[in-house]
């Protein structure tokens, strides 16, 4: 286990205001449960949080990231003492990208394991089954990363995510790209096996009708996949300036190097989608994701505080060149709920757990912003993200995010 | 752009074709299916992916590990799925393989991660163009090593003391031990030579595609069954014909109608195949249930 360091118990002070407030808060409940009544309650056992990721299908990476996120929040939540005196528990699922799996597991995490909230899949089509199934429960949760449009529907107001929708965010910044770009003709290349991945093709359609440019050629390809070379050499025969890509980050880096082994030149493009898994992309394409441009709605190199300070400690902490989209929105996710037990005392008991979840879903709603690792977010009326309009560019082997006309 | 597709058919079947020789120099030695080879093929992959990618390795080198590590896991998947199953159990030596392939797939997921491997562009500036068909370096370096194996593989067979034995025990393996050939002996080579192709396959593939995954052993094994069913369970030639046809029809599918239909379209064949000619479309041999 690694121990605290200064600089970290700095980075949760900037997060976490809250402990300050949980310090103070000398009410014992005298473990009879029973209302919000907090302070420290260390003999209650921790408040346990569902985490649902995806080890397999296109987003996996992606969910790999978010659970790193939200497991280095409740690392450092814990290392300063927990909330309320009380240890914070993630409790993991893996769906394996399978539906089934979502539909056993939600009821499963609420009722056997009984989770306060849950930090809900980071992929649009596993977040709109396992936000349904939780909104039936009555329990709030939040993606880190679902950002298709309609996702959070069927399961509002209980549902969440931090991410901007895709259309939203991606089709301004890509019409201002294409007219930079000075772009005429463009081939889209769309993953029929998935929804969001479809939803994105659906977006590049209109973005390039809104912005004048001709679709020379649409392929389509599957999830998994192996070879890309037909589709390439398709797109290759009507040389367009650029190649949209409407599919997941491990395909699309492969996607990016077929078309670079093929001699095309052609501008590479992805939506918001894209950056946030971007280590995945620029991992898995190497040399051949250079100069991808992409929608992005998150900066890792966001210089105002406490973002600044967060990333930077995330960085030092983990190891990492750079802080991934899902890593900073599970991690700020965590944090908000962290907030909210810490501000209102909440206990989460068995006896007040329904009285504590409405008052998530309030405070959820009412955060106006919440200033964490990924910025500044506060939740739209659809319960959508609402993040600023940027776009990045793969320069030597990172994302460099710049604001849409700058 | 037809042309061009119908290269990149051929270049793809040829990879199939390699992971098919590999089923049917198992089914000829023993009557059985190895359904760990997808696996084999993916194991190799990755070792050799991780020799190119992070010991940057020259691809000579890293693919004589792969056909190392093929042959290495081949020969304990015949030690442990098929050397002491007794032949009247048909089905146990299918499910322990299966199992044996579970288990590789998990040991490279715990070891290694679920994270799918670069595979490096080995002939980065080679391009050869003619009228209007192209071909990249490393479908070249495909072309040429698999012509190369199933060459090799065929000289092997036929002209080396160890491959008559090898075709001996296939034909008849009561009458060749009764001959004093060490039966035993020449199903694990058997097995050695298939977990080699079954490696130069997986790395070759890997270099086609750019990338190898941890999760494609069973697609693998799903693909050679198809070509097999298509080309005649043991039947080599066959084999190799079926793949050329199933890596066509794929690329035509997914260029010409939709990436939905690409498998859709080669089970559609292979099912027309098991109802009309069970024994495959270029053998007159028993059918395929017949064999296993």
Known sequence: MRKASPGRKAAVLAALPLMIVAACGGSDDGGGGGGSEGGDQSDAGPYRLGLVHSSEGPFATNSDTMRAGARYAVELINADGGVNGRDVELVEVDARNDPQTLVTAIPELVSEEEVFAIVAPVDSAGCEIACAIAADLQVPIVSAGAGRPGVLEPSRPWSFTMTAPDAANSIPVLEAVMEQEGAQTAAIIVDEANATTKAQGDLYAEVFDGSGVEVVSTTTYTSGDPSFTSQVTSMAAENPDVIALAAGPADAARIAVEVRTQGLESLLIGTGSLQAGGTDYINGAGEAAEGTITAAQFNPDNPDDPAATLLAQAEEDNGLDVVALNFSYAFDIVNMIAEYLTETEATASPETIEEDRQGLLDYLEGVDPYEGMSGDVRFAEDGTGDRPELYAVVENGQFVISEVGS | MLIQQLVNGLLLGTTFALIALSFNLVVGALDRLNFALGETAMVSAICGALLLSRLDLPFVLAFLAALAVGALVAGVTFVLSFRFVSADYHTAPILSSLGVGLVLTSLVTRVLGSDQR???????????????????????????????????????????????????????????????????????????????????????????????????????????????????????????????????????????????????????LVGITLLARPQGLFTRDTGVVGRV
Do not use: C, K
């Not at chain 2, 192209?134 to 090799?152: E, H, P």
């Open chain 2, 118 to 268: 670069r595979v490096p562009t080995v002939l980065d500036d080679v391009r050869i163009e003619i009228g209007p068909l192209r071909i990249v370096g490393d479908q070249l370096i495909i072309l040429v090593v698999a012509a190369l194996m199933t060459v090799l593989l065929y000289v092997f067979l036929n002209r080396t003391p160890w491959g008559t034995a090898i075709r001996g025990v296939s034909d008849d393996p009561d009458m060749s031990g009764l001959l004093g050939i060490p039966v035993q002996r020449v199903i694990l080579l058997t097995f050695v030579i298939s977990g080699m192709l079954a490696g130069a396959s997986g790395l070759l593939t890997g270099l086609s595609f750019h990338t190898v995954s941890p999760f494609t052993g069973f697609e693998t094994t799903l693909t050679a069954l198809m070509v097999i069913v298509l080309g005649g369970l043991g039947n080599i030639t066959g084999g190799v014909i079926a793949a050329m046809m199933i890596g066509v029809i794929e690329t035509l599918t997914v260029a010409y109608l939709s990436a939905t239909y690409r498998d859709l379209i080669v089970f559609v």
